[in-house]
């Protein structure tokens, strides 16, 4: 069964303390890992997709790295702003039924104090 | 572009009632999903559309159907409302079912008393 698991649930940094988030995944043939950003209230925004081990992302102050078995979401030197909530999701390789949906993970919750 | 527009943002119903959860994209994508969202259980999909008229199940599709007329909206209906239906609805968009990234709604929250 494809499965997404996040780690930790919940991280509280000081700001500009580097930290990374984790994201271990099963799937049968990945086609692609998202990562995504969640504000209170509001829907999840995209952020990156990385498609084969080795493949890395970066936006400001966040880097995204994939190996065969899990993605970092790594975090230098983080602001307030950066709190929010990531979500990482996976789509499978076999498009047959529901395969080739999205199949998220339960998030990280971070929290950066001033 | 107004992306993703969900309406209503906020909703109080009674069990037994049916209501329509709107959804509508202007980015003429051809993907198109509802999630629904719990603590502690992630997003979880209910229906999806690969295109106008064609529609299928997600994970947890019991107590909704949806419908797909036009490329633009995406509605989600409640038949009859159970609390077991509290939770934060989502909808979302991708050009493509293929790698292609997914555009969100700021979501419904709804309350099923």
């Known amino acids: 069964e494809d499965q997404v698991t996040q780690s930790p649930e919940a991280l509280r940094l000081q700001e500009g303390e580097s930290s990374s988030l984790n994201c271990s995944y099963t799937v049968s043939g990945l086609r692609g890992l998202f990562w995504y950003r969640q504000d209170p209230g509001k829907g999840p925004e995209f952020l990156f997709t990385l498609y084969s081990a080795g493949e890395e992302k970066e936006k400001e102050r966040l880097k995204a790295t994939l190996t065969k078995k899990e993605s970092f979401l790594h975090i230098t030197a983080p602001k307030p702003e950066d709190s929010a909530t990531y979500l990482c999701a996976v789509q499978a390789g076999n498009y047959g039924g529901s395969q080739g949906n999205l199949i998220f993970g339960k998030g990280t919750k971070l929290s950066v104090k001033p | ?113």
């Not at chain 2, 993703?4 to 051809?30: I, R, W, Y």
């Not at chain 2, 259980?41 to 019991?62: F, W």
């Not at chain 2, 609390?83 to 700021?106: D, E, I, K, W």
Request: aromatic share 8%; hydrophobic share 30%.
């Open chain 2, 1 to 113: 572009n107004a992306g993703v527009t969900q309406t209503p943002k906020f909703q109080v119903l009674k069990t037994g009632q049916s209501m329509t959860l709107q959804c509508a994209q202007d980015m003429n994508h051809e993907y198109m999903s509802w999630y629904r969202q719990d603590p502690g259980m992630g997003l979880r999909l209910i229906h999806y559309s690969v295109g106008a008229g064609i529609t299928d199940q997600g994970e947890v599709p019991n107590g909704y159907n949806v419908s797909r007329s036009t490329t633009e909206d995406f509605p989600l209906r409640l038949l009859s409302a159970a609390p077991s239906q509290t939770s934060v609805y989502f909808c979302a968009s991708s050009a493509s079912r293929q790698g292609s990234p997914l555009h969100f709604g700021n979501g419904t929250r709804l309350t099923v008393t």
